[in-house]
Nanobody
């Protein structure tokens, strides 16, 4: 089993910044992908950004140039720096970890991000 603990959500004005953190513990395989999905009210969950242990990253088009994902493999922690936040970024953000070999995906409890106009 893998446990994910998130922190860093909150309320900011549009144009502001927030930094999310997610730390994994438990049965973590050395090759994995960590990242963030988000879900706004009435919308489907969508991938925001992901970061592999190899260093590869992937972003949703809507956040490119504003959000940056990074990770500390020694700490099993992934970060999401969110700049120039827009009201449409308002959502619950969920951290995930996908163990590549087992193909199991684990989820955090979610953290609310609100960018007010």
């Amino acid at each position: 089993q893998v446990q994910l603990v998130e922190s860093g959500g909150g309320l900011v004005q549009a144009g502001g910044s927030l930094r999310l953190s997610c730390t994994a513990s438990g049965n973590i395989f050395s090759i994995n992908v960590m990242g963030w999905y988000r879900q706004a009210p009435g919308k489907q969950r969508e991938l925001v950004a992901q970061h592999g242990t190899s260093g590869s990253t992937n972003y949703a088009d809507s956040v490119k140039g504003r959000f940056t994902i990074s990770r500390d493999n020694a700490k099993n922690t992934v970060y999401l720096q969110m700049n120039s936040l827009k009201p449409e970024d308002t959502a619950v953000y969920y951290c995930f970890l996908n163990n590549i070999i087992s193909q199991k995906t684990y989820w955090g409890q979610g953290t609310q991000v609100t960018a007010s106009s």
